[in-house]
Every structure is written in structure tokens, then in C-alpha cells.
């Protein structure tokens, strides 16, 4: 369990540290700054275990879709969840913000993350030709559902439970399985 609260211009030397060990291509200097200052649709927030940021995360709240911006965990601290908990609760504030769903893009390359979203919902949804300029690789478009369908509550519900109970995530599947009972579960009687 971490805890997790919203970050601030003072914790911009820890995200920056964790930003450059966790990507080949790290945002500059700068970026977060005006991230965290002048960008009024940006919410960032970080993790935290023994008061040492372990792990970030950030959202634009575009209208009624989030845009997951960034999600990057400490390369000692990965493996344990805490990157599940911090898009749990990066989902948590973009209904609080009036996201009707969530959006991403992911390199082709990076499947980790990519598990990671799946159990949380996103599913592919297109893709962006040569969009890293890096590398020139593909990025991967992943949707949500509508946030507040019984199916997407439920995953969120068995990703935390597990978590929090500091448990290995069961795969995919399990989490297909959670969606669709709830899914079911929620159809009014007489709908066919
Ligand atoms: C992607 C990223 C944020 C994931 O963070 P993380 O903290 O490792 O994520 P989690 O610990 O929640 O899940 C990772 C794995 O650990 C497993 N895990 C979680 N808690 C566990 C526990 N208590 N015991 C054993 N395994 C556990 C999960 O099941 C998952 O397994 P998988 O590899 O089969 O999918 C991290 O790898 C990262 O920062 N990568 C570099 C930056 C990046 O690529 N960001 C995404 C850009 S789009």
C-alpha cells in the first residue's frame, strides 16, 4: 500500500529523477514545471512509501475524456503494485473530474504496460504511425469503457483488492471474468 496525494512544484526533482530512469526519452526539464504550474487541465499525482515518491502519474481532464499523460514507477519499486494503485487512482480523479472515459498512447514495444492497462479496462483502439520521434516506433491507442459501467467498477474493485492485499495480480482473464458478471449483473430485467 502507498500512499498517494496530489504533487506539487516543490516534488519536481523527484518526478524528474524517476522520469529519467524510466524512459529512454524523458521529458525535459521544464515540461512537469509547466505540467504542475500554468497547464489548468493537468492533474498529477505521486506515490509514496516511507515518505520517499516511489512512483507518478498525470491525467488531462479534456472535456468528458482523461488523457493519461505519463504513469512511471521507480525501477527498484516496480513489480509490487504500486503502478496498478497509481492508475487506479489516476481513474478515481478523472470521474471525479467528470471523464465519461479514459484514454492513452503506449509505444507497441512496451507490452508491461501495456498488461498493466488491459486489466484496468483499455483496449486497443488504433494506432499512431511512427508517432515517437525517438525511434520512429507505433504508438497504440487505448480506450476505457464508460468509467461508470458496473464492468469497469468491477475491475478497478479486484485490482485494488488485490493490490492492497499486496497479491500478484491474476491475469487478464480474471479480470474479463469480474467485468463481465458485473456487466451482466447490471442489465435491467427485461432488456434483452
Ligand atoms: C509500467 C509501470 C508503471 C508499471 O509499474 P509497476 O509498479 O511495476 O506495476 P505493478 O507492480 O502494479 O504491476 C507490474 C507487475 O507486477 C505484478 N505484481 C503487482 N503486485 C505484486 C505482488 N505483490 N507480488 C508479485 N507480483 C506483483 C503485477 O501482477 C504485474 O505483473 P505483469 O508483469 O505480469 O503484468 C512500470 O513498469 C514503469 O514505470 N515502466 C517504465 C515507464 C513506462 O513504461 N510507463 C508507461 C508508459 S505508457
Same mark, same amino acid.
Given at each position: 500500500m502507498i500512499e498517494i496525494a496530489p504533487l506539487r512544484v516543490e516534488h519536481l526533482a523527484e518526478m524528474q529523477e524517476i522520469e529519467n530512469a524510466s524512459f529512454d526519452a524523458p521529458w525535459p526539464g521544464g515540461a512537469y514545471r509547466s505540467e504542475l504550474t500554468t497547464n489548468r487541465l493537468a492533474r498529477y499525482l505521486g506515490g509514496r512509501r516511507d515518505g520517499a515518491l516511489i512512483g507518478f502519474g498525470g491525467i488531462w481532464l479534456m472535456v468528458d475524456e482523461a488523457h493519461i499523460t505519463t504513469i512511471a514507477v521507480r525501477p527498484s519499486e516496480r513489480g509490487r503494485g504500486a503502478g496498478t494503485e497509481l492508475l487506479l487512482a489516476l481513474l478515481v480523479a478523472a470521474r471525479a473530474g467528470g471523464a %465519461?472515459? %479514459?484514454?492513452? @498512447?503506449?509505444?507497441?514495444?512496451?507490452?508491461? !504496460?501495456?498488461?498493466?492497462?488491459? $486489466?484496468?479496462?483499455?483496449?486497443?483502439?488504433? $494506432? $499512431?504511425?511512427?508517432?515517437?520521434?525517438?525511434?520512429?516506433?507505433? !504508438?497504440?491507442? =487505448?480506450?476505457?469503457?464508460?468509467?461508470?459501467d458496473a464492468g469497469q467498477v468491477a475491475r478497478e474493485e479486484l485490482a485494488a483488492t =488485490?493490490?492492497? %492485499?499486496? *497479491?500478484?495480480?491474476? @491475469? *487478464?482473464? *480474471?479480470?474479463? %471474468? !469480474?467485468?463481465?458478471?458485473?456487466?451482466?449483473?447490471s442489465v435491467p430485467r427485461g432488456v434483452q
Open positions: %465519461a472515459l %479514459a484514454t492513452l @498512447d503506449v509505444r507497441v514495444s512496451n507490452v508491461g !504496460a501495456q498488461r498493466l492497462y488491459e $486489466r484496468l479496462g483499455f483496449r486497443h483502439v488504433g $494506432r $499512431r504511425v511512427r508517432y515517437y520521434d525517438d525511434n520512429g516506433e507505433d !504508438a497504440l491507442i =487505448m480506450t476505457t469503457p464508460p468509467l461508470n =488485490m493490490v492492497r %492485499a499486496g *497479491a500478484p495480480l491474476p @491475469d *487478464a482473464s *480474471a479480470f474479463d %471474468a !469480474a467485468e463481465r458478471t458485473a456487466s451482466a449483473a
